[in-house]
């Protein structure tokens, strides 16, 4: 047998949407959130409560170099998309990471934000993710779960809440965002934050042909910011 053949053959595929590993991850995904959670709002000052915000804040910061371990375990390529933490989901995770160890409060709202309106949804089309039982599998939900996890963790366990004119600082820093990466992908040739191209199989899917759908990204983004900061207006609203 051609040996190429049988490390195609060996070679990890892409995980089906909804399928059955998927629905796990995603069953695994929410039964540690709300644990963490409840474990902390029943506990705000015990050391049980810290050590999980300690927890988060160690798979977020490793998440990147297990990806790269496990691309390597996995004999999956590492070429230019993948040797940078520079996708959004990475930048979020580096935030969460400074918000949880340094308490930085604009870290706090790139967690909240780049997490909700980005993250959340590539846990629901991973089009990136191998499957199970691959290495990358677990690096791919330990990213983007824990990046959920951290940015619900913030109001629901922390009582953090962000400042205000936290939706347009925030926007301000994506926008920031998509123009260094956006330079960098055009200088290397790389797909960071998918300017280049779309993510295959994801609600990108919807959106006009490039380059315009980056435009639409970054209008979707102001939209999902605003409809993000609802419930702490409603808070500060009953307060008065």
Request: glycine share 6%; charged share 10%.
């Amino acid at each position: 047998m051609d040996p190429e053949l049988i490390l195609a053959s060996e070679a990890p595929q892409l995980i089906q949407y909804f399928g059955a590993t998927h629905l796990f991850a995603l069953a695994v995904t929410l039964f540690i959130g709300f644990f963490v959670i409840y474990i902390s709002r029943r506990n705000p000052s015990s050391q049980i409560s810290a050590t999980i915000a300690i927890a988060i804040a160690f798979l977020l910061i490793t998440a990147y170099p297990v990806k790269i371990i496990g691309r390597c375990i996995d004999g999956i390529e590492i070429n230019k998309d993948v040797i940078f933490p520079l996708q959004l989901c990475d930048v979020a995770a580096i935030a969460g990471f400074f918000t949880l160890v340094l308490k930085n409060r604009l870290c706090a709202e790139i967690t909240y934000f780049f997490g909700l309106a980005g993250t959340l949804q590539a846990l629901f089309t991973p089009s990136t993710c191998y499957d199970f039982p691959s290495i990358s599998y677990f690096s791919f939900f330990q990213l983007h779960s824990t990046v959920v996890i951290a940015a619900l963790y913030l109001p629901l366990a922390l009582c953090w809440k962000p400042r205000k004119g936290s939706v347009m600082r925030v926007w301000f820093c994506g926008i920031c965002y998509v123009v260094i990466v956006g330079a960098f992908d055009f200088i290397t040739g790389a797909n960071y934050g998918f300017f280049r191209e779309k993510a295959e199989g994801s609600l990108m899917d919807i959106l006009h042909p490039w380059p315009y759908y980056i435009i639409e990204m970054a209008g979707l983004a102001l939209v999902l910011f605003f409809i993000l900061a609802v419930p702490f207006l409603r808070r500060s609203q009953s307060k008065n």
